[in-house]
């Protein structure tokens, strides 16, 4: 604002009142500005932080290992206070020793054909004084060669067989000849071998009908992606009744897992689908119950979820995705969702420096290493050392966010890393209430894995039926593979099974198979 000198009064109060006000609408503006510039630098800084993320995600190392213990810390001293310094202090410097890698003997049940490579005859004589050489031992090695699978045709020849007396005497005679064996789909060329095949190669290896249908044809078979289809989708009807007999042991257990994943299926109504997982036990062979069970829909709302736990109580391991806690189950939060956050944190920095992020990744590597150490043990063992151990780690853990909450910026990494934590805290420490829960949900997250790669290779489903035929033949390879089965030939025989006994689905359950 301008003054004109000739304006302006003559009375001196007026003029101090005048300049007075001058002055505060000076520092209002002022503040004013300084408060945009504090908004710009929180939204420069918000948005540097992401693309640094986006470079670190594209370019540097995927692993969320914590970083050595032998590593030396050298941030400034006012990002560390005396607590968190004490706190990275009590890291454990117990390096694992590497271990060196030994090639293991080739399986014993495996054919073998000896092929004894030797000299000529005429150097079989002693190079000195001619004498005939004797000998003194052998050399062997083994190599594996690759016999590529052939097809055959298995042709049923039923003898028909009638009276020859009553067609002498003109007498009508009954033909008879035995029953068609049951074949899981009827008058159909595909055993349950072929079967099992086509879907180990498709729910397994991720091999789509397409390049299935080039590799038949490679042998001289010519069958048409069209057919496998149609069979995938007759195989899926016929292992539903062992899905669904799956799923009532799952929801028997008194913990599980859950996750989701979107899914493309070209005749939806929504342009997205998900494919949901629930599992129990661990994916590799013990004692547990493993299952892993998919289930399509053309939906990610928490009714999918309602649906299928069917008012299920027990313990529920999952991410934060809130349509989980309209269910009945008891959630646990994952820590390994909770770690991710700092993990992200802590790459928008560089690599020589640490702070605060440290802090919280050194308690959760401390509870981590602690359920390592418990690993095999009782329930009942896991329990009390979880209660002696881990629940102050995770005491002090929390108090921790709690205290830093309002240091840092909320919309900042750490700061949403923090906020993140903390709503999921009271979920995530339910962990300690029973020894037969885990520390996180890695378990849905490894079994949603085989389903994602499979994906990137089929890309889509063409139709809702088609995902639906794949979440069932997926739960049953996936289910067989973390019982240690061989899953071509627990699928094989579930087919031939269902077609021969199909009320009869214990001697099925994968516990209950005969190994051979």
């Not at 001289?220 to 995938?232: A, C």
Request: with cysteine; charged share 25%.
């Amino acid at each position: 604002m301008k003054f004109n000198a000739n304006s302006l009064p003559n009375d001196p109060e007026q003029l101090k009142q005048m300049l007075l006000e001058l002055q505060q609408r000076m520092g209002d503006e002022l503040a004013q500005k300084d408060n945009e510039l504090v908004e710009k630098d929180l939204a420069y800084q918000a948005l540097l932080e992401r693309y640094n993320l986006k470079l670190a995600n594209e370019y540097g190392k995927k692993s969320e290992k914590m970083p050595g213990a032998d590593e030396v810390f050298n941030e400034v001293e006012l990002v560390l206070d005396e607590q968190d310094k004490k706190l990275l202090a009590e890291t454990n410097s117990d390096a694992p020793t590497k271990i060196k890698p030994k090639r293991k003997p080739l399986p014993q049940a495996l054919p073998r054909k000896e092929v004894v490579v030797d000299i000529d005859e005429s150097d079989k004589v002693c190079d000195c004084c001619q004498s005939p050489l004797h000998k003194m031992g052998e050399s062997s090695s083994e190599a594996l060669e690759f016999v590529p699978a052939h097809i055959k045709v298995i042709r049923t020849i039923r003898p028909k067989y009638t009276c020859r007396q009553c067609e002498c005497n003109g007498i009508e005679s009954v033909v008879k000849t035995a029953l068609m064996p049951a074949t899981p789909i009827p008058k159909s060329i595909a055993t349950a071998s072929l079967l099992s095949q086509i879907i180990s190669c498709k729910y397994q290896f991720g091999l789509p009908l397409n390049r299935q249908e080039t590799l038949f044809s490679d042998i001289g078979l010519e069958l048409s992606r069209q057919t496998m289809s149609s069979w995938m989708l007759r195989s899926a009807q016929l292992l539903e009744p062992l899905y669904m007999r799956l799923k009532e042991v799952l929801l028997a257990e008194p913990a599980i897992h859950a996750d989701e994943t979107p899914l493309k299926v070209i005749k939806a109504e929504k342009s997205t689908s998900y494919m949901w997982v629930y599992c129990c036990g661990s994916d590799r062979l013990s004692e547990k119950t493993n299952i892993v069970l998919y289930d399509y829909h053309n939906s990610r709302a928490a009714q999918c979820a309602i649906d299928f736990l069917d008012g299920y109580q027990g313990y529920m391991h999952v991410d934060g995705y809130k349509a989980y806690g309209l269910t009945e189950a008891k959630l646990i939060a994952c820590l390994a969702h909770i770690r991710r956050k700092f993990v992200d944190a802590k790459k928008i920095h560089a690599k020589a420096k640490t702070g605060k992020v440290d802090v919280v990744l050194n308690l959760i590597g401390k509870l981590y290493g602690l359920e390592q150490r418990i690993k095999g043990k009782s329930s009942e063992d896991k329990f009390n050392i979880r209660q002696s151990h881990a629940k102050p780690i995770v005491k002090e853990l929390h108090h921790w966010l709690i205290k830093h909450k309002d240091k840092i910026p909320p919309k900042s990494k750490l700061g949403e890393a923090i906020s993140y934590s903390l709503n999921q805290f009271d979920k995530f420490q339910r962990y300690l209430e029973d020894g037969r829960l885990s520390i996180d949900n890695n378990r849905a997250e490894r079994a949603i894995k085989p389903f994602v790669i499979g994906r990137k290779a089929w890309l889509f489903s063409n139709t809702c039926n088609g995902a639906h035929a794949s979440a069932i033949l997926y739960s049953i390879v996936e289910t067989a593979k973390a019982n240690g089965l061989v899953v071509h030939d627990y699928i094989s025989r579930c087919l031939q099974h269902v077609a021969e006994q199909p009320n009869n689905l214990e001697p099925l359950l994968p516990w209950n198979i005969e190994r051979g």
